[in-house]
């Protein structure tokens, strides 16, 4: 069978990208190399953050916005709990540019929060030590999605639609380029998605290579104790520190105390590496939970994992033509920052590939770089 498009890659962009397109009237294959969610992807794990406050980038806000309508709404039909309404507190320096900008750029896109003084801050999480903070944004209306579950949400429901999934590995395109060939044979289509994450590098080393640098991160889940529940939504919200670079969730599901860094580690192979924690970091992770959070300093570790993230240089996704294969598209850049913006995102790169819609400068392989710059968290 010829396909009108073949997505490559059943992560939150791809598998978005197939359900949206096959909506759209087209015939659709989705192809994983481990399955939808696996724990090598980067839309593997239990939760990521989903909020509207990105300084002055709204673009990302409104993104935001609209992937939490579209969410809401796979949950309401799948019947399935993918979003935790639990809120979003994003802290940071009095004199942070980053909560000035984010304060107007919600208020002019609309999105409900509070300024909360450091006062208002103790007050309302006595669980949590402020010490060198001085104001926070809280989001009422954001939260955690559930992410592994929520990718196999929309993958199921994209092959009640007509796609097709398929279980199998790719080869980088060859030129000429007319048919995409798998580790089962070759799939044929009108036009090609490739948004496999971390592999992106790997399978276009020369046109985007360096533009996309898969990074370590690691992620630990703490234990609390009998009967606490300040540690769980709704007294913990999410919560994000731009002054130190951590982050953290309350616990989901009786998993545990989410918290992480946010800094890149180093380079990763998806492929190749073990996913053990290294001891360093732990003793790195328990220091600031001792500080911001010191009732839980003895807290048992449940559970350890590592993902990748796969930023661009600034932050920025990217999604363009492949610049010798005008039927090839290139979407990624998107953790850790990215899994939140999935269903806008797939809706975008799906009106690109029926040409609905205009490539955006910032995604452009144009705008990539080698050196990393983050601008965009």
Not at 82 to 90: K, R
Not at 114 to 126: C, E
Not at 330 to 345: C, E, I, M, N, T
Request: aromatic residues 10%; proline residues 6%; hydrophobic residues 40%.
């Amino acid at each position: 069978m010829n396909f009108d498009v073949a997505v490559v890659g059943a992560g939150v962009f791809g598998s978005w990208t197939a359900h949206h397109l096959q909506s759209a009237g087209r015939r659709v294959v989705l192809i994983d190399a481990h399955g939808a969610g696996n724990s090598r992807s980067s839309s593997g794990g239990e939760t990521r953050i989903i909020r509207m406050s990105y300084g002055e980038h709204a673009l990302y806000t409104q993104w935001s916005q609209g992937s939490l309508d579209q969410w809401k709404d796979l949950g309401e039909r799948s019947r399935t709990q993918l979003f935790i309404p639990c809120g979003v507190l994003v802290t940071a320096p009095s004199d942070s540019e980053f909560l000035t900008a984010t304060r107007r750029t919600l208020t002019e896109s609309g999105v409900p929060f509070d300024v909360l003084s450091v006062s208002q801050l103790r007050s309302a999480y006595p669980q949590m030590e402020f010490s060198d903070i001085a104001s926070g944004i809280f989001e009422p209306g954001s939260g955690a999605l559930l992410a592994r579950r929520a990718v196999q949400t929309v993958v199921d429901e994209a092959i009640g639609l007509g796609v097709e999934f398929r279980t199998d590995a790719v080869q980088a395109p060859a030129d000429p380029f007319d048919s995409l060939a798998t580790s089962e044979g070759s799939i044929t289509a009108d036009q090609y998605v490739f948004a496999c994450g971390p592999w992106l590098p790997k399978l276009f080393p020369q046109v985007v290579g360096a533009r996309i640098q898969p990074s370590r991160q690691e992620v630990f889940f703490f234990g609390t104790a009998a009967g606490d529940r300040r540690f769980r939504a709704p007294a913990m919200p999410v919560w994000i520190d731009f002054f130190d670079g951590f982050y953290s969730l309350p616990d989901i599901e009786s998993r545990g105390f989410k918290l992480a860094v946010d800094s890149h580690g180093p380079p990763f192979d998806p492929d190749t590496e073990d996913r053990q924690v290294t001891p360093q970091k732990l003793d790195e992770v328990r220091g600031f939970l001792s500080r911001r959070f010191p009732a839980l300093s003895n807290a048992p570790l449940l559970e350890a994992r590592v993902c990748q993230y796969e930023n661009t240089s600034n932050g920025d996704f990217l999604i363009d033509r492949h610049p010798t294969f005008p039927n090839v598209w290139l979407v990624g850049g998107g953790s850790g920052h990215g899994f939140k913006h999935g269903p806008a995102l797939g809706q975008h790169v799906a009106r690109l590939v029926t040409g609905e819609a205009a490539l955006e400068p910032r995604f452009s392989l144009a705008a990539k770089e080698v050196v990393r710059a983050r601008t965009v968290y």
